[in-house]
Nanobody, 125 residues
Framework: LKLVQSGGGLARPGGSLRLSCSASESVFEYYAIGWFRQAPGMDREGIAT????????TYAPSVKGRFTISKDNGKKTAYLQMKSLKPEDTAVYYCAADMPPTGWPGFEKADYDYWGQGTQVTVPS
């Protein structure tokens, strides 16, 4: 499964951005998707996950209420809508795909089999 990311860039504090994560393979619909981010000098952290059928979603406390994850299996694309951006949201953002045995994706990056190329999000202070 190849994941191609788009979106991101520069946003002012309080602004919005949307990230996309697209695949060409139809098996995309069977994969749960996680969004991760990595700030300079920091570990990569999971911030949002969605099950394969988009029926169950989880968020990290740092983004809950501001970010929205979604998945459109018909378009083979997952999204991360980011609102009320803060300077501490500055990071490289990654999408990743997992087919968890239980069906429930987590925030452990080692569980994910496929990764997008990453995209920079910068929110200046």
């Amino acid at each position: 499964l190849k994941l191609v990311q788009s979106g991101g860039g520069l946003a002012r504090p309080g602004g919005s951005l949307r990230l996309s994560c697209s695949a060409s393979e139809s098996v995309f619909e069977y994969y749960a998707i996680g969004w991760f981010r990595q700030a300079p000098g920091m570990d990569r952290e999971g911030i949002a996950t969605i099950t394969s059928n988009a029926g169950f979603i989880t968020y990290a406390p740092s983004v809950k209420g501001r970010f929205t994850i979604s998945k459109d299996n018909g378009k083979k694309t997952a999204y991360l809508q980011m609102k009320s951006l803060k300077p501490e949201d500055t990071a490289v953002y990654y999408c990743a795909a997992d087919m968890p045995p239980t069906g429930w994706p987590g925030f452990e990056k080692a569980d994910y089999d496929y990764w997008g190329q990453g995209t920079q999000v910068t929110v200046p202070s």
